[in-house]
Structure formats: structure tokens, C-alpha cells
């Protein structure tokens, strides 16, 4: 019960983390424009992956997309590349974990299988977590860095007296979300993982005995084990008992009860 527990809610947290993913890599919010100090407050610019939009302050908004690939930032493009693996590899995790269900049942499916399903899964989702989290973390980091170099162009004019307007661009609310839907995919995969080593069955090691039927040839030792056969041509048959051999001659030499009935 823990097991399923475990692995129903892994994919739960999993699925919830790559629908972030998705809603992060698609929105525009990626960069918004600082307001601080700033007197234009009649336009307001944010840009996401795939295009930059400008808000008006009558609520008209206006949206470009990126319509060249080689003309973007090198990091811009692998932010790119590292959103849209996270969303292979979640998606395809997905679809196998479905399968992997212990709840669900698919033909004569074996748990060693669904064992590996699910790790499987599990190991998806966790790259598909880092692959968010790293892209999340370049494109903040490529913020930073220009928000400061911005801040020091606008102080150049007399010595720092003149302040020459620019745009600056701070973290938007997709950042957050990709963090966040990163995380939650890491720990679900994380999850899935804990879950496959309730699934694997476990081996059970039998003792086998092996019983011959007491024949009139047949030898054995005091520890049972068969020590020979006795069916040789200059073979004399004997019977070991107690440690003690006995031919068959001495055996029979000796009088018993029924010899007198």
C-alpha cells in the first residue's frame, strides 16, 4: 500500500511539475521592465522565449516575435534548448509511468517490469527537473549581469550628474514558475524512484532436499548423502548406518525375532 502511495503520488507531483514546465517555457514574462526610477510609466516592456511585447497605458499590448534564429543570444538559445528537452524528456516520462502503475493493469505484466517503468520514469523526470532549473538559472543569471552593466551606462553624462534613460529588465513571473515546476519534477522523479524498490519482487531461496527410496544396493552415509550405488561387478553391497559399515553378509549372520516365527 505504501508502495503505490508512493508511486501515485510521485506521479502526481511529476505531472503537476511538467505542466509547469510547459506554462513556464510559453509565457512572455520571461524579463520585465524595472519601473524603478524610471519616468516613462506610459509604456511597459517584458520579453519571453519567443517574442517581446509592450503594454500600453490604455491596455493596448502589442506583441513581436523573435523572427531570426542566428541573431540571438548564444544563452537566449540554449535556455531554449534546455526548456524544450525538459519537455521531451517529462513528456515521454509521463507516458511511461502511466504504464508503470501499479494500480493499472496490462495484459500479464510482470512487476519486475513495472519496476523498471517506473525507474525509468523517475530518472526522466529528474533530468527533466535539472534541465528546467538550469535553464531557469542561465537566463536569471544573463539578467543580473545586464541589469548592472544597464545601471552603470546610466550614470556616464558629467561625472555621474546627467542620468541617460534606459531600459532595464529585471525577473519576470515565468522565472518563478520554471523554478518552482523544475523542483516538483525532481522530487516526483525522485519519488518514482524510492517507489521501484517496493515493486521489485523479492527472492525466495528454497533448500532442496533430495529423498531416494532405500533400495537394496543402495549405500548411504550417516549425513544422508548418497555414497555410492553398489552396483559394480567387484562390488560388495553394504549399508551404512550410524556411522558403523556393516556388509550384507554380517547383517543377515545375525538372528532376529522374526527368524523364529
Known amino acids: 500500500m505504501a508502495v503505490t502511495a508512493c508511486q501515485g503520488l510521485g506521479f502526481v507531483v511529476s505531472l503537476l511539475g511538467v505542466a509547469g514546465i510547459i506554462a513556464a517555457t510559453c509565457m512572455?514574462?520571461?524579463s520585465t521592465q524595472d519601473l524603478y526610477n524610471n519616468p516613462v510609466t506610459a509604456v511597459f516592456n517584458y520579453q519571453g522565449l519567443?517574442?517581446?511585447c509592450v503594454r500600453e497605458?490604455?491596455?493596448f499590448t502589442e506583441c513581436r516575435g523573435y523572427f531570426t534564429l542566428l541573431g540571438l543570444p548564444a544563452m537566449l538559445q540554449a535556455v531554449r534548448a534546455l526548456m524544450v528537452v525538459g519537455i521531451v524528456l517529462g513528456a515521454i516520462g509521463v507516458l511511461v509511468s502511466i504504464f508503470a502503475l501499479k494500480c493499472i493493469r496490462i495484459g500479464s505484466m510482470e512487476d519486475s517490469a513495472k519496476a523498471k517503468m517506473t525507474l525509468t520514469s523517475g530518472i526522466m523526470f529528474i533530468i527533466a527537473g535539472l534541465c528546467a532549473i538550469?535553464?531557469?538559472?542561465v537566463f536569471a543569471n544573463m539578467l543580473v549581469t545586464n541589469f548592472w552593466m544597464s545601471t552603470?551606462?546610466?550614470?556616464?553624462?558629467?561625472g555621474g550628474m546627467v542620468q541617460t534613460v534606459q531600459t532595464r529588465y529585471t525577473f519576470g513571473s515565468a522565472l518563478f514558475v520554471g523554478w518552482v515546476a523544475g523542483g516538483l519534477t525532481l522530487i516526483g522523479?525522485?519519488?518514482?524512484?524510492?517507489?521501484?524498490?517496493?515493486?521489485?519482487?523479492?527472492?525466495t531461496n528454497y533448500k532442496a532436499v533430495?529423498?531416494?527410496?532405500?533400495?537394496?544396493?543402495?549405500?548411504?552415509?550417516?549425513?544422508?548423502?548418497?555414497?555410492s550405488t553398489g552396483f559394480g561387478p567387484n562390488t560388495k553391497n553394504k549399508r551404512i548406518y550410524d556411522g558403523g559399515a556393516h556388509t550384507e553378509?554380517?547383517?543377515?549372520s545375525h538372528p532376529s525375532k522374526y527368524d523364529y516365527v
Open 57 to 59: 497605458s490604455s491596455g
Open 189 to 203: 522523479g525522485v519519488m518514482m524512484c524510492i517507489a521501484c524498490r517496493g515493486l521489485v519482487p523479492e527472492e
Open 249 to 252: 553378509d554380517e547383517v543377515q
Open 152 to 158: 552603470a551606462g546610466m550614470y556616464t553624462g558629467l
Open 28 to 30: 512572455d514574462q520571461w
Open 210 to 227: 533430495s529423498y531416494h527410496a532405500s533400495g537394496h544396493n543402495v549405500a548411504y552415509k550417516s549425513g544422508g548423502f548418497k555414497a
Open 134 to 137: 538550469a535553464g531557469v538559472s
Open 50 to 52: 519567443w517574442r517581446s
